[in-house]
């Protein structure tokens, strides 16, 4: 049953950082990046910290930290990469049904929350809760131009997936050319909009209380890997909900690294093409410019993208990437999801 907390929990809320829970999920060899959001976290005084570990290569080090640490770092070990949404799943599960947990806030293993924003984060949440009965708050990554184009000018961070065909959308283009021509701007640190709304987030900086997961439910585990993260969010507009972003509460991301790349792993490029063409469909409220969107996709990824890496991959590889990327977008389209298979192989992430 949907239960809304009531005041005297919230006032205590407001003044304990130990009700709120960070769920962090790592994988392959990011330890050196997932120790310090962990000591930031405690530096916060969260009431526990839930690391899901996606068979990464830190299990050990992982252990030693549980006996330093105890009560303060729980850690589920996954016998396979389950993929982000997946751990996110399994990560949101344990805090939940921890009856000591009253917020989460979700955090990539490369995200470090500065110093005194997760108190602030429950000063915010009590002040929008006056006002609001489902909502989320979603912490500033400078990593993301919507966040910034957002928190400068205004602009709807995630508007962009509206009648887009898999996060092509024509329109960005001015997007780019706003952060390019206002590029000085955008390097002050005084804001236009120190609180906007946003019609989606990804997992890293998402801010809640637990409540709502009765409302939306759970990351959505046959996405394995990308989009995951926007569709679990976008349920909260669903629902009727919002989502804050705020200027205030600010995430520095310490490894800034890309991770998809033309000449990327076939899984990662399958699952990326074929979660965000599905999840785009969601958002299509004029025809006419996501067909133009999915043309456009289609001259961006089947010639000129792939064209970019021909020279180095050869003319076999490409023509199977070409198949591959044709494979995702129609999976994509007909909504067929689960863990990848082409050419009868399962697709290793």
Request: hydrophobic share 40%; aromatic share 16%.
């Amino acid at each position: 049953m949907f239960m809304m907390p009531d005041k005297s929990e919230r006032e205590i809320a407001i003044l304990d950082t130990g009700s709120v829970y960070c769920v962090i999920v790592t994988y392959g060899d990011r330890f050196h990046f997932l120790k310090q959001v962990i000591d930031a976290c405690l530096k916060e005084d969260v009431g526990k910290i839930v690391v899901v570990d996606n068979n990464s290569k830190s299990s050990e080090k992982l252990k030693e930290l549980e006996k330093t640490l105890g009560d303060k770092l729980k850690v589920i070990y996954l016998e396979k990469n389950t993929g982000s949404a997946g751990g996110y799943k399994v990560g949101i599960e344990e805090a939940y049904n921890d009856k000591n947990c009253q917020f989460m806030l979700l955090l990539d293993d490369d995200n470090l929350p500065t110093p005194g924003s997760i108190h602030k984060a429950l000063h915010i949440w009590y002040y929008f809760r006056e006002t609001n009965e489902l909502f989320a708050l979603l912490f500033y990554r400078s990593v993301f131009s919507d966040h910034i184009l957002g928190i400068k000018f205004g602009v709807i961070p995630g508007a962009y997936w509206i009648n887009s065909f898999g996060n092509f959308h024509i329109g960005r283009a001015f997007q780019k050319l706003l952060r390019k021509y206002s590029k000085d701007r955008l390097n002050k640190k005084e804001t236009s909009y120190p609180v906007i709304k946003a019609i989606l987030a990804p997992y890293g900086g998402v801010f809640f209380h637990k409540f709502i997961i009765e409302k939306i439910g759970f990351p959505d585990e046959r996405f394995i890997l990308y989009a995951d993260d926007l569709e679990f969010t976008y349920r909260i507009k669903e629902n009727n909900g919002s989502i804050y972003l705020c200027s205030d509460l600010v995430i520095q991301d310490i490894d800034k690294e890309n991770t998809y790349h033309p000449k990327a792993n076939e899984a990662i490029i399958y699952y990326m093409l074929r979660n965000s063409i599905f999840f785009s469909k969601k958002l299509i409220r004029n025809y006419f410019i996501f067909t133009i969107n999915a043309a456009g996709w289609c001259a961006y990824f089947l010639i000129y993208q792939q064209i970019k890496v021909f020279k180095s991959i050869g003319l076999k590889p490409y023509i199977r990437r070409l198949k591959l990327i044709a494979e995702a977008a129609w999976c994509g389209m007909k909504g067929n999801f689960g863990e990848a298979f082409f050419e009868n192989q399962k697709l290793k992430l």
